[in-house]
Nanobody, 119 residues
Framework: QVQLQESGPGLVKPSQTLSLTCTVSGGSFLSNYYYWSWIRQAPGKGLEWIGAIALSGDTFYSPSLKSRAAISRDMSKNQFILQLTSVTPEDTAVYYC???????????WGQGTQVTVSS
């Protein structure tokens, strides 16, 4: 059974960089079919896709966040990492990591972690 777990600070100050880690257990990155993704949901809003990283290391981003988001991975630790720079209160959201198969569907999700941007 694959499990994903997000970790990182729950409070970030405006203009700082948000950094979250997703640890994958019960599986690995070693498949060309998987896109390891970050998704968020702000209060009262729907899910927003942030981006993803593939086995090859190729990364994909939402156009609206591309200038501020960076996704990387540490295959030795089965982790992938989200960094979001220059955060504002509008980046306050529950952040999820998830596994996408072939850009078709998400089969595993983390439980989500609340991140609040506030001074």
């Amino acid at each position: 059974q694959v499990q994903l777990q997000e970790s990182g600070p729950g409070l970030v100050k405006p203009s700082q960089t948000l950094s979250l880690t997703c640890t994958v257990s019960g599986g690995s990155f070693l498949s060309n079919y998987y896109y390891w993704s970050w998704i968020r949901q702000a209060p009262g809003k729907g899910l927003e896709w942030i981006g993803a990283i593939a086995l090859s290391g190729d990364t994909f981003y939402s156009p609206s966040l591309k200038s501020r988001a960076a996704i990387s991975r540490d295959m030795s630790k089965n982790q992938f990492i989200l960094q979001l720079t220059s955060v504002t209160p509008e980046d306050t959201a529950v952040y999820y990591c998830a596994r996408n198969q072939n850009w078709i569907f998400y089969d595993y999700w983390g439980q989500g972690t609340q991140v609040t941007v506030s001074s």
